[in-house]
């Protein structure tokens, strides 16, 4: 193992930082030796913050209709074959339900940009959640909005935002969406999210078309100067019907060193092990687990919405992957010796409404 890089990851572990050259240095000579110091230090980490707990999410995908176009997604406007649907309220709720009385308390509620979940409509759902189950935390990943709605969102009652950045590079960004997309857009959205007091989440597929290890490295700086209290990464996944039906997948190993080195970054971060890495492989949960991830988004969604909410090929939505199936997901868990709590899973530095037991 290079003395070099092994002077990298303690100094990312003292200092929470490092120059985009060093991040750089650290993803391309990530060995196995490199990753597996990286995982070891991450896991302690995650330990002195989060003990054993792993905190789960039930995600509601509410709509498969989108009115972008991006290259890699299975959801994406011009995909004829994708089968739209969109989950009416009720059936939002019944979900919701289910979730709680299974333990879930946190729900986040993930769809294409779909312009007929307005402000009014996602409002309303968001508020009745939060009548129903106040002692939970509504999470929303429905993408780029207008400030007030965002605003709208917030005052409705929801707590927490996931919009992915998806590439700290315009030039790469460019490569991966349509024209009329912009990266300066998404960016503001975040910057949007952030002051209008949600708790924001970021993120990039690793090993997406056209990625360099320059791209990765600058991905990570960007986390670094954002500090979301989460952030979500996970392998591409090629989707049949998309441009980039042909292109390799992601690393798991390389997904597993950067979730390492995110929690080496920010050590109070929500970190989860996405069902892509358990699409990848079939141990990706666990892998991710014991790199320093903390945070797993079980299948809360009805049955026949999960088989058309296809964002990439094999998506992975049953056993752990599924809500139902959150006892082998506990027992995968306690396999590796952590511990599937019931808890709305806030960042150390919110408020916390929910107990880990």
Do not use: W
Request: aromatic fraction near 6%; proline fraction near 4%.
């Amino acid at each position: 193992m290079r003395s070099d890089l092994v002077h990298l990851v303690d100094e990312l572990a003292e200092r929470r930082a490092l120059p985009v050259e060093g991040y750089q240095a650290l993803v391309e000579g990530a060995d196995s030796e490199l990753r597996g110091l990286a995982a070891r230090r991450a896991f302690e980490e995650r330990r002195r913050v989060f003990g054993d707990a792993v905190y789960v999410r039930g995600l509601i995908e509410i709509s498969s209709h989108c009115r972008n176009d991006c290259l890699y997604c299975g959801l994406r406007r011009s995909n004829a074959s994708c089968q739209r649907y969109r989950l009416s309220t009720e059936k939002i709720m019944a979900c919701v339900d289910e979730g709680y009385e299974l333990g879930f308390r946190t729900f986040v509620l993930q769809g294409g940009e779909d312009l007929a979940f307005d402000d009014e409509r996602l409002c309303d759902v968001v508020a009745r959640i939060k009548r129903a189950h106040g002692d939970c935390a509504v999470t929303l990943s429905v993408g780029e909005r207008p400030r007030e709605v965002y605003q709208a969102f917030h005052d409705a009652g929801a707590d927490r935002f996931l919009l992915r950045h998806e590439t700290a590079d315009p030039a790469h960004y460019a490569r991966l969406h349509p024209a009329e997309m912009s990266h300066a857009h998404r960016l503001a959205c975040l910057r949007d999210l952030r002051e209008v007091g949600f708790v924001i989440g970021c993120g990039f597929m690793v090993g997406s078309p056209h990625q360099t290890a320059r791209n990765i490295a600058l991905d990570l700086k960007f986390i670094e100067g954002l500090r979301p209290e989460m952030c979500g990464i996970g392998p591409f996944v090629p989707h049949h019907a998309t441009p980039f039906a042909h292109e390799p997948a992601g690393s798991a190993d390389l997904t597993c060193f950067l979730l390492s080195l995110l929690r080496l970054q920010n050590p109070n971060v929500l970190l989860p092990a996405t069902t892509a890495l358990a699409t990848v492989e079939g141990d990706g949960r666990e892998r991710g687990m014991l790199a320093g991830a903390n945070v797993v988004m079980p299948n809360l969604s009805p049955a026949d919405a999960r088989e058309k909410y296809l964002l990439y090929d094999g998506k992975a939505s049953s056993g752990s992957e599924a809500a139902e199936g959150l006892a082998d997901l506990r027992r995968r868990m306690a396999g590796i010796g952590l511990r599937v709590v019931v808890d709305r899973g806030d960042p150390p530095h919110a408020t916390a409404a929910g107990t880990a037991i």
